[in-house]
């Protein structure tokens, strides 16, 4: 059952309690499967954003193709498939959350070979199939992944794996970004006395670039052989009992054949089952509730998508985004995150997701700011500096918001419903992006991202109230 944080119903945690979470396996274990986890995003989104604008694509070719990423907006589909289907083998010897994590990870590294071994120069559709692999991958490994930490820890300590995830995930996305470029651009052959051509593509050195990538998911496959499963919950073991207990009554009462009666139960367990628990638990106020889920992250989703290209067109080499990024994105991704869940769990989890919203809106006017600027190293530094330390923040808040939200008995399918409701509106809007940048350029572009972040606040506001108003999230 999804219950308050210690935080909001006993007062705040001493420093030295809220410190002392971070040192638990629970939580540690998160980095490296968090890494796992954010290490393909940007290379089926903003890395290949680069990769294909160097290539030649148009940018609205390029805004299109990130339709790809609503395979994470509609992995509420299949998750209670990952939530209830045991995996032949795997399943037996790893348990049901492992089973599902190293065998969305195999199909992951496929996926990524194919996307190294393909050029989309002269097989643009091939890339895309193997893209929508790696997406679709991805996506169930993110399933299977928010079930396990969901229930790896008590409620009150989601912040802190919220928080170490979040580092991991973005120490993930910063090697699928920077760590590409770094190894692509070297392996171009660009390297120079001056450092490195601003755009100059070769094929090979993506291919170079995204072998390493799929090499790098091993981190996740190692961290999912030698964690333990978690221990299944009586909430679990009671919507087994009541899903056996409809299979008899159906098969008895109407007559329905055995097999068909396991089905029909099943479906009502798995499928029907999480979003019914999710509507009588919160009533009308899930309403509120899944509109801030749909608009939190609005603003960075709809900006990212332009901002690799927004990076080659200011000239800007990839070394240097790969080293700026590597080392102050780096530095204040590890401090956003710390300090987003740290925060969190002394003085609860709302006010840091209200400060967390205006954080990223006002980080897209940074964007806005460079974009007249033309090629400013130092002022790129200060932009992903700000950005990455904002994103930290607001993300390790709204991790541990969704986990609040979730009854552990359907752990997988209601995360599932929420992070695909979370991306589902901004990865659609943000498939215009390049349409709106070629009209109106980049400037008008970030801060349109900025205004739309707007309205979170409102739904923030609203939802801390309802908040307060049923005592506890589960009410």
Known sequence: MTGQS?????????????????????????????????????????????????????????????????????KWAWAPLVDRLPLPWLTRALGRRRSWLLASQIAIIGGLLGMALTDPVSALQTLVVFTLIVAFASATQDIALDAYRIESAAIDKQAALAATYQTGYRLGTIWAGAGVLFIAARAAGDVGAEGIDATRYVAAAWTIAYLVMAASIVVGVVAVLLAPEPAGSEARADIAAQEQALAHR???????????????????????????????????????????????RISDVVMGVMAFPFYVDMGYSKDEVAAISKVYGVIMTLAGAFVGGVLALRFGVMRILFVGAVLSAASNLLFAWLATRGHDPTGLIFVISADNLSQGIASAAFIAYLSSLTNVAYSATQYALFSSVMLLLPKFIAGFSGSFVDAYGYVAFFHATAWIGAPVLILVWLAARARLAHGSPSQ
């Open 6 to 74: 210690t935080s909001e119903t006993a007062g705040p945690r001493s420093w030295n309690d809220t410190l002392r979470v971070y040192a638990e396996p629970a939580t540690l274990r998160m980095l490296f499967l968090g890494f796992s986890a954010g290490l393909p995003l940007l290379l089926v989104l903003g890395t290949l954003s680069f990769r294909l604008r160097e290539a030649g694509i148009d940018r609205t070719t390029i805004g299109y193709l990130t339709w790809v990423g609503l395979a994470y907006g509609f």
């Open 250 to 296: 159906l098969h008895i009462d109407r007559g329905i054949s055995p097999a068909t009666a396991r089905l029909l139960a099943w479906l009502q367990a798995a499928v029907v089952g999480p979003f019914a628990d999710f509507i009588r638990r919160f009533r009308w106020h899930a309403l509120l509730l899944l509109a801030l889920i749909a608009t939190y």
